[in-house]
């Protein structure tokens, strides 16, 4: 797995120091981590070739859960076998986590100072808004690479519905657009099996709150195709609507911390754990969703460079790739139901223009409407229940 050098592979201390940096600097998402690694891995360091480097980003998408920490663990398998990727790995996903549970111990507690209320509010209120921007940047890609204009606009609606009305299905309509679009392109492929697996997503468990939690984590992190945002709809069916973890406020803070924190957006999931049972049960959600990308990459890291030319591959994720854009528009609709201030809909109108007009970041549009959340607390400005 390890790619040799002429002064041979770097020291175990020298991933942890270098994924680490990107772990604490990597705000803004997958885009940014993609381009850190590309800086260190390819252009300054010489560790992998860009033809390489490429061939893993595209293989990450292809896999289910945080494409950008499986970019980090194959990077650091790569340079530093087994070991360096489970260590680079770690670095890079830790300082994150660390940040995004002290400040939920922040913002979820029960009884939080009214300014922390309202920067929660003033955050939250534009986090529908930040779903429309990542869905909208994904939508060009996407279009140029499709086979069928009609299936393409069949896999978003039926994304966006998904996502919109019945959030526990969302696994489910990713999946089956995949399967939808390999059976269009290789009708010759058996797809019986497969069926098999989204129908587990939608399943209950019923053995206490940690269970349920493991089971939430699970799905999040071994069965979203295309990450991010796609998997919000299915986390607030489950953190708010069924197990009660959460209000809807408070689901929107949860989002929010997730997005302005360094690391991987799947890092939400640690928020809702710890709105569920405290800094145990976020650490277990954390635990449990990154799993799976450690066991994909450190089985099938050799098999990249054909899993990206593989047409089955190619296939399903042209149904899975739209129907996850379609997802997270879909998912704007309860982010913004959420809202029940008339001044966070203000905020949220305000971050759409800042955000898909003007094409601001999102750390500091998110950030601007705390601040707006706070100075509306102070002055004594009606808050979310």
Known sequence: MTTATAAGPPGLATIVREWGRIGCIGFGGPPTHIRLFRELCVERRGWLGAEEFEDAIAACNLLPGPASTQLAIFCAGRVRGRAGAIAGGVAFIVPGLVLILA?????????????IIGAGAGAGAAVAAVAAQAATSLMKPSWTRRESRARWVLYLVAGVVASAFTGEWVVVVLVGCGLVELAARHPEHEIGRAGIVPILATTTLTLGTLAQVAWVALKVGALSYGGGFVIVPLMQHDAVDHYRWLTASQFLNAVALGQITPGPVVQTVAAVGYGAGG??????????????????????????????????????LGGAG????????????????????????????????????????????????????????????????
């Open 322 to 385: 739209p129907a996850a854009i379609g997802a997270i528009f879909g998912a704007t609709i309860p982010l913004a139901r959420a809202l029940d201030r008339p001044w966070q809909f203000g905020v949220l109108a305000a971050a759409g223009l800042t955000l898909l007009v003007f094409k601001r970041g999102t750390v500091p549009t998110l950030v601007a409407a705390g601040l707006v959340g706070v100075v509306i607390a102070l002055a004594g400005g009606p808050l979310p229940h």
């Open 279 to 316: 800094l145990a049960t976020g650490l277990l959600a954390a635990t449990i969703a990154f799993t799976p990308s450690f066991v994909f990459v450190l089985a099938g890291a050799r098999h990249f460079h054909r899993i990206r030319s593989n047409p089955r591959a190619s296939a399903f």
């Open 103 to 115: 400040l939920s111990a922040l913002f979820l507690e029960g009884s939080p100072p009214r300014w």
